[in-house]
């Protein structure tokens, strides 16, 4: 059964800092690059940050970069965002999943940013 699971969403003040995870079933993740993704009220799906299965490589979105980190744990299939210096506008809902091609989504965990 396909499951991601997404944790660690919250409020924060602009400039601080948050840590998300996310657990993800076997099949999505095993020998595929994931994703976090970003989806702001108003406002399609956006990916903000990739890495490759073997956690070699990493890419941002240019919103993001220099603020965000990426990273997973292939021994407990789980993938992790840290953000810092957070902005208004990186407020939304986040969602792990597989990239370039997602699987069912997951419910994701909403982060708010006051400003």
């Known amino acids: 059964q396909v499951q991601l699971v997404e944790s660690g969403g919250g409020l924060v003040q602009t400039g601080g800092s948050l840590r998300l995870s996310c657990a993800a079933s076997?099949?999505?993740?095993?020998?595929?690059?994931m994703g976090w993704y970003r989806q702001a009220p108003g406002k399609q799906r956006e990916l903000v940050a990739r890495?490759?299965?073997?956690?070699?490589?990493?890419n941002y979105a240019d919103s993001v970069k220099g603020r965000f980190t990426i990273s997973r744990d292939n021994a407990k299939n789980t993938v992790n965002l840290q953000m810092t210096f957070l902005k208004p506008e990186d407020a939304g809902v986040y969602y792990c999943n597989r990239w370039p091609f997602p699987e069912v989504w997951g419910q994701g965990t909403l982060v708010t940013v006051s400003s």
């Open positions: 076997g099949s999505i993740f095993s020998a595929n690059a």
């Open positions: 890495i490759t299965y073997d956690g070699g490589r990493t």
